[in-house]
Antibody, heavy 118, light 108 residues
Framework: QVQLVQSGAEVKKPGASVKVSCKPSGYTFTAYYIHWVRQAPGQGLEWMGWINPNSGGTNFAQKFQGRVTMTRDTSISSVYMDVSRLRSDDTAVYYCAREGLGDLLDYWGQGTLVTVSS | EIVLTQSPATLSLSPGERATLSCRASQSVSSYLAWYQQKPGQAPRLLIY???NRATGIPARFSGSGSGTDFTLTISSLEPEDFAVYYC???????????FGGGTKVEI
């Protein structure tokens, strides 16, 4: 069955960077885009960007350009998201999700809580 | 950039009642609209895609309709497990981006 398993919670200081991993399984890793979506406490869903695991190509929401990178390692079928220059308002649960056929996010990771606090 | 506006923000209903949730797009998205359900502490779950197609395993009491700029998610008879937050979502080709609505909380 399809699963996306994310890395564990992180606590970071303002100005630091964080790297969150997402390991899909149960399907051909390179066949589907992976998106990252975050959710601040008590808030809605915010799309951050996507990565094409086949080519490594990426696309980011304008808000995150220059501060977020997304990479993949095809040898271990994993994707990564780095957020640099963290601020307190980056405190959120970060989700990875697979883009299925038909412009939908059909499988989601369990979420990774990133807390930014001095 | 396409903006999705959901209404109402909160819907207070009782089990067995019908829920009607609205999602309006700032410009036409054809039928490329999806709905998700999110419960506290959980990841979102896909309910509806292509405006009206139920995802695998989704009960028939959930239905979606609409096209262009106006979309509706209907829960025909609320079950206790349906009390949650619902988000609409679309993917645009230019600029390439995903957008979520602000969400509708369905509460008891």
């Amino acid at each position: 069955q399809v699963q996306l398993v994310q890395s564990g919670a992180e606590v970071k200081k303002p100005g630091a960077s964080v790297k969150v991993s997402c390991k899909p399984s149960g399907y051909t890793f390179t066949a589907y885009y992976i998106h990252w979506v975050r959710q601040a406490p008590g808030q809605g869903l915010e799309w951050m960007g996507w990565i094409n695991p086949n080519s490594g190509g990426t696309n980011f929401a304008q808000k995150f350009q220059g501060r977020v990178t997304m990479t993949r390692d095809t040898s271990i079928s994993s994707v990564y998201m780095d957020v640099s220059r963290l601020r307190s308002d980056d405190t959120a649960v970060y989700y990875c999700a697979r883009e299925g056929l038909g412009d939908l996010l059909d499988y989601w990771g369990q979420g990774t809580l990133v807390t930014v606090s001095s | 950039e396409i903006v999705l506006t959901q209404s109402p923000a909160t819907l207070s209903l009782s089990p067995g009642e019908r829920a009607t949730l609205s999602c309006r797009a700032s410009q036409s998205v054809s039928s490329y609209l999806a709905w998700y359900q999110q419960k506290p502490g959980q990841a979102p779950r896909l309910l509806i895609y292509g405006a009206s197609n139920r995802a695998t395993g989704i009960p028939a009491r959930f239905s979606g309709s609409g096209s262009g700029t106006d979309f509706t998610l209907t829960i025909s008879s609320l079950e206790p497990e349906d009390f949650a937050v619902y988000y609409c979502h679309q993917r645009s080709n230019w600029p390439p981006a995903l957008t979520f609505g602000g969400g509708t909380k369905v509460e008891i």
